[in-house]
């Protein structure tokens, strides 16, 4: 048929997902989770919600699609609040744009083409292996940066990171909201990688973000800001690559919003009564957590490839063992969320009631 589009082998046969009682409350949780850790932590939340749904049974490139387009509508309201605030640079977002449209094409051409080759398991295999890769770096470089902080010390960029960000090959752009002045080689690399982890994962600011402060020298919110605005351009590019080959169930992401959405307000407002230093510390927990949780299941992959023999038994033990190490990753961060409000809520009363004293004092 003229103007069809043609859908690479393997995928009609996981287009769709039974949406039972227990699967969609299990969706709704999963965006809890997921939104109130974004909501405090800063992050899209897909470091998690992606693996988890995976655990339901969902395969890894349709949670992956889900992700994706429930982070477009997120980035969406994200971008203009920080744009209210003047933390968007939307020039440095517009020279990223085009790097960002390759890298986001380039993983989703990858991750279909590692499907109809490989099969299901195949392309869960390979996206635990880019959770692993990508958490495991994320957690050090934080744990190294809190250490570096509690011994006095002020975070840098690291040995590479340093040598990159002092790069300048011509043309030489500056960014006046970010107040930087970096090569556009460097800008449109880091544009790239942000787009290529989007389209694989689901979000990109594992990489975008900490690339923007430590190479190209963007203050923090600014790099969060502007992650936000290249996040609406990376989640439509997704949404839609995904969308045609039908690996998009509007389901899965419209049950995510529902559960994000109130786990987003819970967190933004912790964000605002707990330290900073505690965040980092709950956030490089978490992430390390779901990185062994991912790891624990490559041998299952690689069992449902055939390329190494594992019992039905140990095959059980192995998913058990993950999923503990990942469900229990989401609800110790949440415990932790809802116990640093309560203690900071606690601390408040005992202020208040001390200036309630202290004002009666005066008056007698």
């Known amino acids: 048929m003229a103007g069809a589009v043609e859908i690479p082998a393997g995928v009609e046969a996981i287009k769709f997902i039974a949406m039972t009682p227990k699967m969609a409350f299990s969706l709704v949780g999963i965006g809890f989770v997921g939104g109130m850790l974004s909501g405090f932590l ?4 897909a470091f998690i919600m992606t693996p988890a749904m995976m655990s339901l049974g969902i395969p890894g490139i349709m949670a992956v699609a889900a992700n994706i387009t429930h982070k477009f509508g997120k980035a969406i309201m994200g971008s203009k609040k920080h744009g209210e605030y003047g933390n ?6 517009l020279v990223m744009f085009i790097a960002l449209f390759i890298g986001v094409k380039l993983a989703v051409t990858l991750s279909k083409s590692i499907l109809a080759k490989a099969g299901t398991a195949g392309s869960n295999l390979y996206i635990s292996l880019m959770f692993v890769g990508i958490l ?3 957690a050090w470089f934080m744990y190294r940066d809190i250490k570096r902080a509690a011994a006095g010390g002020v975070p840098s960029r690291g040995g590479l990171a340093d040598k990159i960000g002092k790069l300048n090959i011509p043309p030489m752009i500056h960014f006046k909201v970010a107040g930087v002045r970096c090569s556009l080689w460097l800008a449109l690399l880091v544009g790239l990688a942000t787009g290529f982890l989007a389209g694989t994962i689901g979000v990109g600011g594992f990489i975008g973000v900490p690339a923007m402060i430590y190479l190209l ?11 936000l605005f290249l996040a609406i351009f990376s989640g439509m590019q997704g949404a839609y690559l995904y969308a045609i080959s039908g690996l998009v169930d509007l389901r899965i992401t419209l049950l995510l919003y ?7 307000t819970i967190g933004a407002v912790g964000t605002r009564v707990v330290r900073g230093s505690q965040i980092k510390l709950a956030m490089v927990c978490i992430i390390a957590m779901v990185a062994v949780s991912r790891a624990m299941m490559v041998p299952k992959y690689l069992a449902d490839m055939k390329i190494i023999v594992l019992s039905n038994q140990a095959g059980n033990w192995v998913t058990i063992a993950s999923n503990i190490f990942l469900y229990g ?3 110790i961060g949440c415990a932790l969320i809802i116990y640093w409000m309560f203690q900071a809520w606690q601390r408040a009363r005992k202020v208040e009631a001390g200036a309630v004293r202290t004002g009666a004092v005066v008056e007698n």
């Open 136 to 138: 495991t770096w994320v």
């Open 258 to 264: 529902v559960g994000s959405l109130v786990g987003l």
């Open 329 to 331: 990753s989401g609800l």
């Open 42 to 45: 800063g992050s899209g939340g």
């Open 217 to 227: 020298g963007v203050p923090t919110y600014v790099a969060a800001g502007t992650e």
């Open 88 to 93: 968007v640079d939307k020039r440095m977002g």
